[in-house]
DNA sequence: CGGTTCTGTTTATGTTATACACAGTTTCTG
DNA sequence: CAGAAACTGTGTATAACATAAACAGAACCG
């Protein structure tokens, strides 16, 4: 244990800086993260599946085994470019109390998510999580501190909002204008052919659900997660007996 | 547009029985369900990584190009396991209100998902949505019809729940007890050796969050969700202005 | 019975990640 | 300052993958 992160193994060693010095030999050209950088570049633009280690390499004019010096594997590049694209997580002012906080902080990670849709794919596998990553978590929690709520429930609030505008970015990416219409047209089609089927959502849809119109719940999901944390941060400060889920 | 479903095309359409019935040559001797089925059990047994045509096919001993008479692509192939794992919502009990059937629901959609953790990973792109799968959206909306919510707003209060489920799944799966140690104590080293970046979620740390005694937010989440509805059904009945979201 | 249509297979192509060995370069050591 | 060691980027090779194209045989229709 020399380093400060010589706990750190396998991927988690990467994402967290634990980088070996080499004294001899060639200077590197490149870092972890400039080739994680262009690999963003390509995956904002091209979309996930184009971030293939040759496509990366390519960027620099390199081979694709020269990128094996920077990165184990090609996970590693996944996650090293999951942390970078979400960046630091920014300060929250939370001198009106925790709800502004929140609202505050759930449009950041949705501005966040925004930039870079393809993070929704590089997170729904069990894997590390970096310094940056962490940070977002760090904010709402702190937030939260002084409500009452026990520690895990303050991280499950987090994670509450973390997943409502994870469930927002989805139902809505990016090429919303041009891919949607093909595939709201489908459901249409198979909605209205079987509209004995499903005659809450033909009613839903007729009243704007799924429609062009129907600009996402991310407002209404917010004020709804929102209102129940209240609710019961509402209820632990009442008493220790707080009322049941169902 | 002979069939019923003739307005279907591309993915959708295999997803929605739209076939070609054959009336010469061999009868064949699998169906696009057969063969979605069987990929469905190795994706249960050995993850969706696992679920390669060839390795589907090597479950009737055949080839993997023979999968191309019954299935498109292997999208499609992953469309139709989605819709069959996920299989037809259960019928709810609506006697008792919306809160107690969008309990209901929720908790079989977790245990959907509990079954087949591998659709999280099928449905992080945008995709066409399935018969079944589209009946599990009917339920909830249907149990919210008479509270005053707008259609799109019991749409969205469904994907609510639905994304809750979702990340409850994610931070816990299946193989938590093998895969989640490792992971879980690379986290804890990374955050006590960072803790001074980190205060607030050493502290919650230490309160037993992402530990093992951390059964997941689920009764939390559902808890804040509902109370979240109630709180906009409540404003709704008591008059058209209901608040804002932050 | 002959032609048509359909099945499952064979063969081939292009893409992917990545293991391994090497040539050239830089630096450390004696 | 010479030689060894370490390191970089490359060339080559492999195995897995999806899937296109052509084909042999079977079933059915007229």
Same mark, same amino acid.
């Given at each position: 244990?020399?380093?400060? @992160?010589?706990?750190?193994? &396998?991927?988690? *060693?990467?994402?967290?800086?634990? #980088?070996?010095?080499?004294?001899?030999?060639?200077?590197?050209?490149?870092?972890?993260?400039?080739?994680?950088?262009? /690999?963003?570049?390509?995956?904002?633009?091209?979309?996930?599946?184009?971030?293939?280690?040759?496509?990366?390499?390519?960027?620099?004019?390199?081979? *694709?085994?020269?990128?094996?010096?920077?990165?184990?594997?090609? /996970?590693?590049?996944?996650?090293?470019?999951?942390?970078?694209?979400?960046?630091?997580?920014?300060?929250?002012?939370?001198?009106?109390?925790?709800?502004? *906080?929140?609202?505050?902080?759930? #449009? %950041?990670? $949705?501005?966040?998510?925004?930039?870079?849709?393809?993070?929704?794919?590089?997170? =729904?596998?069990?894997?590390?999580?970096?310094?940056?990553?962490?940070?977002?978590?760090?904010?709402?929690?702190?937030?939260?501190? @002084?409500?009452?709520?026990? &520690?895990?429930?303050? =991280?499950? /609030?987090? =994670?509450?909002?973390?997943?409502?505008?994870?469930?927002?970015?989805? $139902?809505?990416?990016? @090429?919303? /204008?041009?891919?949607?219409?093909?595939?709201?047209?489908?459901?249409?089609?198979?909605? %209205?052919?079987?509209?004995?089927? $499903?005659?809450?959502?033909?009613?839903?849809?007729?009243? &704007?659900?799924?429609?062009?119109?129907?600009?996402?719940?991310?407002?209404?999901?917010?004020?709804?997660?929102?209102?129940?944390?209240?609710? =019961?941060?509402?209820?632990? #400060?009442?008493?220790?007996? !707080?009322? *049941?889920? !169902?």
């Amino acid at each position: 244990m020399t380093s400060e @992160d010589a706990g750190l193994t &396998g991927r988690m *060693a990467l994402l967290w800086g634990q #980088r070996a010095q080499p004294r001899r030999g060639p200077k590197p050209v490149l870092t972890p993260e400039r080739v994680a950088t262009a /690999a963003i570049g390509i995956a904002d633009a091209e979309g996930l599946a184009a971030v293939s280690m040759q496509r990366v390499a390519a960027e620099f004019d390199f081979t *694709a085994m020269s990128l094996y010096r920077y990165v184990p594997a090609r /996970a590693d590049l996944l996650d090293l470019m999951t942390d970078l694209a979400l960046g630091e997580a920014p300060a929250l002012d939370t001198s009106a109390g925790w709800r502004p *906080a929140l609202t505050e902080w759930t #449009r %950041h990670v $949705y501005a966040a998510f925004r930039r870079h849709p393809w993070i929704l794919e590089t997170t =729904v596998r069990v894997r590390p999580t970096g310094p940056r990553e962490l940070s977002w978590m760090e904010r709402p929690v702190a937030a939260l501190a @002084d409500t009452g709520l026990t &520690g895990p429930e303050q =991280v499950d /609030a987090a =994670v509450l909002l973390l997943s409502h505008v994870r469930s927002q970015i989805q $139902y809505a990416p990016v @090429d919303a /204008a041009t891919r949607t219409p093909e595939v709201a047209a489908g459901l249409a089609t198979a909605l %209205h052919e079987h509209a004995d089927e $499903y005659p809450a959502l033909v009613r839903a849809a007729g009243d &704007g659900a799924f429609g062009p119109g129907d600009d996402g719940g991310f407002d209404f999901g917010l004020r709804c997660v929102l209102d129940g944390i209240a609710a =019961v941060v509402a209820s632990r #400060r009442a008493g220790p007996a !707080g009322g *049941a889920a !169902g």
